[in-house]
């Protein structure tokens, strides 16, 4: 017995762990896969999370499709279009860097994780110029739509839901800005090889969420038909 | 590294260090186990004394000691303080983190940096929660239902925010659950002899991951609601209050099988340990788990049956309900065959087992009845569902709940409670409730309607009992506080198994050094191999595992 | 790079897709996207009312391209089978929502869902006494028995759904909210 309990302890004074390695863990692999399961559990509760507006949109689309209709003309499609774009092309990015973790390649992680960065500034730019221009013109959601013509019955439950929806999105894209530069950072420090690149993938999937989420939201806001 | 004197190990109390910078900072799950029990226990404490004043106030016809808007402020705090910041923590994040790495033989949690990060989010949404109560108070009830939400005055924005952040609590808890009885599972311990409590926090790490982002984004519609009044609740813009409901109870309903599960799976443990005898029916415990999760997620609709849902939708709702009496009744069945015939010892935490046998089957028999149509148009919203809700949650949870604090006390603490006290908190606590809510029931079927602050003279007999009731079951409660207090100074040592356990969390010392183990656990053995001969040892491994005494 | 886009190294099964084929999942998304607009311009340009196939196929393609990047940039289709599972018992779980609370409201016959009730609370300029004693008793019905939507009788529906008609008969239906049926 004592020299199993030895064995144990001796284990723990090894140094030859990496310095990514979490000591309750058995060994590397496990470490990942549970990352992985971990990450794919919260990305699942994310999209709980949206589909109740999913939900509410539904329903209230069904109830009162003539002012969703209305509602979704104030809308630009083109920005909308150029936003998907963006953000389809920032998922292809960060698919790169990704990639280029899992390779060792230092050079391409950086260069695919700014370019990421620089498409989510993007589309939080374009966002912010629809935004202000609702701001302006009183599309506004609930109590505070006062858009002077046109009006359609519940047309201002368009504009909440609009509002709530990209809002939504535009805090992960936001937060997704984040995590995109803490892992920049690391990476320039060298962190990331084939042999770790755990923390890399995760914010990838993150991101991809971020778009998939998009994928839904623009032809179920801007091309109402 | 700790120094290792032969058979003397250090806890993870010395291990881990000292002062109260190694427990903000820990990452051990036994500490964030603890410190979640302690603010649960607080939780339970400041709902228990809400509801000695509700009961107070309804001693006697006419007021007496509250306002009436002062009665519907503490009748919500309680409802909210109780659901959402003690019992639905309670078990898993509390005894589970503690228990769950030791039965799974394995160090810490999948996530330890996630575990600590869900307690102060817990402890950030509790107090947002509770400051609500201090800044003016709420009066909706803890459902929130629209529109005395979105109308009623008093801070509704603080308290649905902190509920909303304690939600987040809750889904990284399970995620982190579930991740670790996927992942970290000592070599041995497969899905097929995994201790039921596993299987039971499984479930409910299921349904939180699943059911809780819904009631993130249902708080967080209601306070767009209430500050932009965008209508999607409310009919006179064209919204759908009963749509409210359907939000929230697809969270809530489900919700109630995050609390009860792991009262059951506290139960599966309890009663074949001090049964001496193999569990019966192993995998129809564990399945029934499962299919309670799921079927959990179906029958919502069975709160809304006079909410001007649809007569359909309501039929379909009291159908899928009764299914859920199935994986019910099959536990209670298996764990009685467990019983039969064992070599059963009346110690607390069995005592407590018993009584959650006895009152969870009255709470589930009594829900049936409302699960039909007809009747339940007749009994809802009367004291007949708060006497229903409380046997299954106070009756089943709380008490699994105390069974499970008193079977892994020692575990925890490393001290022995008095057990003479001990019974006797138990039995108080037994009659307490029952004189407390049986009567309840006869109110309610009488037409007592909930959440009244007065009441017709007729009920006023019945409300007296069951106010008395209520101060034996805080009685109980307060004997419990004073001995488990005591032990912590003048307890006996405990052994590594005081209870002859066989699960794993008996192979160690108690309390547990800091990586739970100090050799490899021996999972040769199977959680309820009562009366199997021990397997051949393998030298060095294991030792003395059946009746483990490690020290 | 092989054409199996499979490489292993030694201690784990990673799998590294080539770029090539994100570059070709790329531009298939960017076809989507065109699919996407075209479909919602051409019938407005034919002036053909698609009804509801326009949002039927609006969703398929978006399914298409969610899936695409589910599976290839996300992975999934080389990665462990539980993890699907777990991705698709939340798309389950959704529609579990979105299915029980349209069977509500879909069936509905003795109420009309989301019509305006008589009885609106703030926005009605309260006339006369009894409708202000109206506003307590529906509060003081606590619990889940009443619902504005389920107190409006059928009729209101067919009342115009314009912003002026909302305050018309407030105070007849005003003590009714809350009984059922």
Known sequence: MAQAVDELKHDHKHDEHPWFFHHHFTDVQQQFDTAKLGMWTFLATEILMFGGLFVAYALMFSMYPEAFKAGHEHLNVNLGVVNTAVLIFSSLTMALAVRSAQTSNKRGIIINLLITIACACVFLVVKYFEYSHKYHEGLLPGIFYSFPTDYVPHIEMYFALYFMMTGLHGIHVTVGIGLLTWILLNAMKGKYTSAYYTQVEMVGLYWHLVDLIWIYLFPLLYLVS | MADNNQGQHKS???????????????????????????????????????????????????????????????????GAIMVFMFIIPAIPASL??????????????????????????????????????????????WTFYTPYSTGSGGKVIWMVFGVFVLGFSSILTGLNFIATI???????????????????????????????????????????????????????????????????????????????????AIISEIIPTFSKKAIFGYKAIGMSSVAIAIIGFLVWGHHMFVSGQSQFASMVFSFLTYLVAIPSGIKVFNWTATMYKGTISLDTPMLYALSFLFLFTIGGLTGIPLAALSVDVHLTDTYFVVAHFHYVMMGGTVIAFYGGLHYWWPKMTGRMYNETLARLACALVFIGFNVTFLTQFILGSKGMPRRYYDYLPQYQTLHQVSTVGSWILGLGFLIMVSYLLASLKNGALAPANPWGGLTLEWQTSSPPPLHNFEKQPNTKIGPYDYGVPVPPKKPGTLEGAVHGTSS | ???????????????????????????????????????????????????????????????????????????????????????????????????????????????????????????????????????????????????PASAAPAASHTAGETKKEEAKPAASAAPVGGTKH
Not at chain 2, 15 to 32: A, C, F, P, Q
Not at chain 2, 107 to 119: C, E, G, Q, W
Not at chain 3, 32 to 61: E, F, Q, R
């Open chain 3, 1 to 147: 790079m092989s054409e199996h886009h499979t490489e292993h190294d030694a201690h784990n099964s990673h799998h590294i897709s080539p770029a090539s084929q994100y570059w070709g999942i790329w531009i298939g998304l960017m076809i989507l996207t065109v699919i996407t607009v075209l479909a919602y311009y051409i019938p407005l340009w034919l002036k053909v009312d698609l009804g509801a196939a326009n949002v039927i196929i609006a969703m398929a393609i978006a399914t298409t391209k969610a899936s695409l990047v589910v599976l290839y940039f996300m992975g999934l289709k080389y990665d462990k089978r539980f993890l699907a599972v777990a991705f698709l018992s939340s798309l389950i779980f959704l529609g579990l929502f979105l299915g029980f609370t349209l069977l509500d409201i879909k069936t509905r016959e003795d109420s009309q869902p989301f019509a305006k009730p008589l009885y609106t609370g703030k926005e009605v300029p309260l006339e006369g006494g009894h409708s202000a004693g109206a506003a307590p008793a529906a509060t003081k019905t606590e619990g889940k028995s009443e619902s």
């Open chain 2, 96 to 141: 589970g983190n503690f228990v769950l790495p030791l039965l799974l033989g394995t160090k810490d949690v999948a996530f330890p940096r996630i575990n600590i990060f869900s307690y102060y989010i817990y402890v950030i949404g509790a107090i947002i929660a509770i400051a609500s109560i201090i800044f003016g108070g709420v009066d909706t009830g």
């Open chain 2, 12 to 78: 993870f109390y010395e291990e881990g260090g000292k002062g109260i910078m190694s427990w903000v900072y820990t990452l051990d799950h036994k500490r964030i186990g603890l410190m979640y029990l302690v603010s649960v226990l607080l939780m339970f404490a400041v709902g228990g004394i809400l509801a000695l004043l509700i009961r107070l106030e309804l001693f006697r016809q006419g007021p007496t000691i509250l306002t009436a808007h002062q009665y519907n402020q503490v009748f919500t705090l309680h």
């Open chain 2, 182 to 264: 996927h992942k970290l599972r000592a070599p041995g311990i497969t899905w097929s002899r995994m201790p039921l409590f596993c299987w039971g926090i499984y479930a409910t790490s299921l349904i939180q991951v699943l059911a809780t982002p819904v009631l993130a984004i249902t708080l967080l519609m209601l306070i767009i609601e209430r500050a932009w009044g965008i209508g999607i609740f409310d009919p006179a813009k064209g919204g759908d209050a009963v749509l409210f409901q359907h939000f929230f109870w697809f969270y809530s309903h489900p919700a109630v099988y995050i609390m009860i599960l792991p009262g059951m």
